[in-house]
């Protein structure tokens, strides 16, 4: 038997008025995976999220949640469903254990089980025992982050969804959240949307990186990494000029094109090269600039590509497709005088 | 129907823990205090041939103007400010279900109010027993059926309130929509009233329609024990009406 994705997107489109906020969104999201969903403000991240947990409505397409369709049954999809909107709205003037308990109680957990449930949630979320009779409105931002993502992880479901969980978060805080994302690995399939790169690499499975409202990259980061930016990058240190060094490379048969020079202090220029080949490049780079007299070799390091990179690589490719589309010219800079 | 129940139980205890919740119970008993005992003064001055407490209900409107909006501008447009709407609707609760337990938290707060003010004639009946016999304080008939019609259109008032509340992000602007829609509906079909006696040459049907509107004459025929059924169908079905209509507002505006 074939395993039903836990998320299936079908060409989702979503206009409000004139404006298309999401165009022909497609994805598919198994069961069990942490995906990221990467993309500059406005992208359509946050349309996307509400659509799929059932708040709204899309203008056309269809997603399924556990092999049902939302628009068919937005009610059973919503169980299935934990979902963290942007900012996390929460009321301040309750206290966590009971918001959670409220919470639950509207999410159908049986008043037997109500108890063990929210403690449950409670510990998973390191509330338990710091903030559990504390008022909403008294926590710090890190909390109360961590009392939405207790919330979304309410009443079992199957898919959480969270919008920027580690928005507006101190580096402890973000690792806290990262850890506990980490704990959910493997028992629930995870979608969450960030701006910060490092996180989304550090914790996710698998990126879709959404821009004007499409899909403009999914993949592994190393698959993007060859999609986007392929080749070996290198950075290195030479005491020597720039066409030397190409001169060098050039007589040792390696290909490679330098995308930046820069000149330090004396005479030393540092250098990024992208170069075609495999594994062996590094030694072979280190055998041909070390052979002259003139081209000294101070230091030579391999560079990945991190999703930044592969972000605004793709973002940018997407922008170009779009201004080419039919769009309306490029707004001249209006001058005032 | 079980999550309306939630809902409603979380609403009356929002209700219980929030201060404003107090402040305004603490306003409106001074104010309906004070005009409970001017109004017995005015009648030790000059008799009357009506009862304090058909006086007392026949001002309804002035708690009304200041309560229904500050009970329920903040139901919906607060929550949607804050976003807790938008999280309220990721559970599996129906948009009728969330509505209705704003409307029931309200009402019941709007009705234990009112019933609060039975505590002025109480309060005088005990303290001056022989004013109580001679001055029909206690007289149950009117009460009943003065406190029948402000149940009755209290389905009215506080929909109005909700359906401000659910059309807008603004809490102010809620209660003064609230306040602007109550003042119509209650002195608006009053003056329709005044223009279709003193002109007295409306059309057969218009005279129908303004009269069915008259909410003052509704309350005078409830004190005096008449209990008709078209206010109540007037009130349930315009308050019906409006509930249905912020259900799909929320459902449209998510």
């Known amino acids: 038997m074939e395993t039903i994705p836990s998320i299936r997107v079908e060409n989702l489109t979503r206009q409000y008025g004139a404006i298309t906020a999401i165009q022909n969104v497609s994805f598919t999201v198994n069961r069990g995976e942490i995906v990221g969903f990467l993309g500059p403000n406005g992208a359509g991240k946050s349309t996307t999220m509400r659509i799929l947990s059932g708040i709204m409505s899309a203008t056309s397409g269809s997603a399924w949640v556990g092999g049902i369709s939302v628009a068919q049954n937005p009610h059973e999809v919503k169980r299935r469903i934990g979902y963290m909107p942007e900012n996390n709205p929460l009321p301040d003037d309750m206290r966590v254990v009971e918001y959670l308990r409220f919470r ?29 009779r504390k008022i909403i409105g008294t926590l710090s931002k890190g909390f109360r982050q961590r009392v939405g993502i207790a919330d979304a992880l309410l009443g079992n479901p199957e898919v959480i969804i969270m919008d920027e969980p580690t928005i507006g978060l101190d580096p402890h805080q973000i690792q806290g959240i990262r850890r506990l994302i980490n704990n959910l690995r493997g028992r629930l399939t995870v979608v969450l949307s960030s701006h910060i790169l490092p996180e989304i690499e550090r914790s ?6 959404i821009n004007r409202g499409r899909v403009v990259a999914s993949g592994t980061s190393s698959s993007l990494r060859e999609e986007f930016l392929p080749g070996n990058r290198f950075e290195l240190e030479i005491e020597g000029s720039q066409d030397r060094a190409a001169e060098l490379l050039k007589a040792k048969g390696i290909t490679a094109e ?47 590509p991190n999703l930044e990179e592969i972000f605004l690589a793709a973002t940018k490719r997407s922008w170009e497709e779009t201004i080419e589309s039919p769009k309306p010219k490029q707004p001249t800079p209006a001058k005032s005088e | ?65 200041f309560v229904v909006p500050l009970l329920t501008m903040r139901s919906i447009a607060g929550e949607r400010s804050i976003g807790t709407l938008d999280t309220l609707m990721t559970t599996p609760t129906s948009r ?68 401000a509340s ?31 006696q003193s002109g007295g040459n409306l059309n057969g049907w218009i005279d129908g329609v303004v009269n069915y509107l008259q909410i003052f004459q509704h309350l005078d025929d409830f004190s005096r024990g008449i209990i008709d059924t078209r206010p109540f169908f007037y009130y349930t079905s315009t308050g019906a009406l409006l509930l249905g209509l912020a259900t799909l507002v929320i459902e449209a505006k998510a």
């Open chain 1, 204 to 209: 996710c499975d698998r990126v879709i990186i």
């Open chain 2, 166 to 196: 659910s059309i807008t992000r603004s809490q102010l602007v809620a209660g003064m929509l609230t306040f602007t829609t109550l003042f119509v509906v209650i002195i608006g079909g009053q003056q329709l009233g005044n223009i279709s």
């Open chain 1, 104 to 132: 639950a109680r509207l999410k159908g957990v049986s008043g037997r089980k109500l108890r063990a449930t929210v403690q449950d949630v409670m510990e998973v979320c390191d509330l338990a025992r710091t903030a559990r």
């Open chain 1, 258 to 304: 330098i995308l930046e020079a820069r000149e330090q202090d004396g005479n030393i220029l540092s250098l990024s090269l992208r170069a075609e080949g495999n594994g062996e490049l590094g030694p072979q780079l280190i055998a041909a600039l070390s052979e002259s007299p003139d081209c000294t070799l101070r230091s030579l390091a391999p560079r990945v």
């Open chain 2, 1 to 65: 129907m079980r999550n309306f129940f939630i809902l409603l139980k979380h609403e009356l205890r929002m209700l219980l823990i929030s201060p404003p919740t107090y402040i305004a119970a603490v306003l409106f008993l001074c104010l309906m205090g004070f005009l409970y005992w001017a109004i017995l003064r005015g009648m030790v001055n000059t008799p009357e041939d009506t009862l304090p407490i058909v006086q007392f209900l026949s001002i309804f409107w002035i708690p009304v103007f």
């Open chain 2, 96 to 163: 009728i279900a969330v509505v209705l337990s704003k409307f029931s938290g309200a009402y019941t707060f709007y009705m234990l109010l009112w019933l609060a003010t039975l505590g002025f004639p109480w309060i005088t009946a005990t303290l001056f027993p022989s004013a109580a016999i001679t001055g029909g304080l206690m007289e149950p008939a009117p009460i009943i059926g003065g406190f029948a019609f402000l149940a009755i259109s209290g389905i009215l008032f506080v929909p109005i309130g909700i359906f």
